[in-house]
């Protein structure tokens, strides 16, 4: 099981300082979220006076920049996105910027995508909201096509690309992890990932979806490894066992307290303020190391 802090919701600016924090308190990885915007109305009926759980003025920035700042500055780390909303972009602005990140990083980095719920920032990326589904599904086969330098010629349903390559490319294959919730996510994750990243949850739905991939994997007849990244309200040494023995590879965890510290920490304290945000962590990463 390896360790991963998220960063959703936390200031920009005090990304880079996080990553050295993250780095000399053991966590294995960084995890970055993505919104294209915050949407002031839904245009979805079913979402009809609802608002985003977060203000419009957190900041979401472009996730693949600052993963190659916060490598940048650390040896170890890996970074993945958690997640990228990968189809309401063109397929060349998601090669390019993974990538770049790849290159910079030592390939240390993942790409962690799903399809989105909002039709609002498909809308505002000029991009169709119902195909969605089936232009990652093609996506994730141009990218690697791409990735591996080749010149890529295709006519799909959703692409054309008239004989292009790219560079940089990355130095080893990039892990593409998959989310959502939907059998239909589930199966794309089995079929054409390397592996599924999840969200929050408690214990018994943790275990459940865990469960569910083990079975979906049966069905396709998928063997070798494959990822899955999770995280847990409140876990103890005990939850994060059992999750490991259910087939996690990954936990996320993403301190409520950390981003009221960050912000108050002020300049030369921001890696203190990290070490002391993440102590319950690491007393719980250290507890399942050394159970096991």
Known sequence: MDFWLSTAF???????????????????????????????????????????????ETPWPEPFTVIAAMAA?????????????????????????????????????ALGAAVGWSPEEYAGAGVPFRTRGRRLEEMIELLRALWRGEFVEADTAHFTVPGLRISPVPGAPVPIYLGGESERALTRAVRVGDGYIGQIYDQDAALELADRVRQRRREEQKSGPF????????????????????????????????????????????????RESLEPWLGLMEGVRGAR
């Not at 993945?80 to 980095?109: E, H, K, M, Q, W």
């Not at 994060?240 to 996320?252: F, I, K, Q, Y």
């Open 10 to 56: 936390l200031e920009t600016a005090l990304l880079v300082d996080l990553a050295r924090g993250a780095e000399e308190a053991g966590f294995d990885g960084i995890t970055v979220a993505d919104h294209l915007a915050y949407v002031r109305s839904w245009q979805d009926p079913r979402r009809a006076g609802r608002k985003p759980r977060w203000a419009p």
């Open 73 to 109: 500055v650390t040896e170890r780390l890996r970074f993945t996105t958690n997640i990228y909303v990968a189809p309401a972009r063109d397929l060349f602005s998601v090669a390019r910027s993974v990538a770049t990140a790849a290159a910079i990083s030592g390939d240390r980095v």
């Open 227 to 274: 990822g899955l990244m999770l995280s847990l309200w409140k876990p103890t040494v005990e939850d994060v066992l059992r999750l490991e023995s259910a087939g996690a590879t990954a936990l996320v965890v993403a301190p409520h307290e950390l981003a009221g510290r960050l912000a108050r920490a002020g300049p030369g304290r921001i890696r203190t303020a990290v």
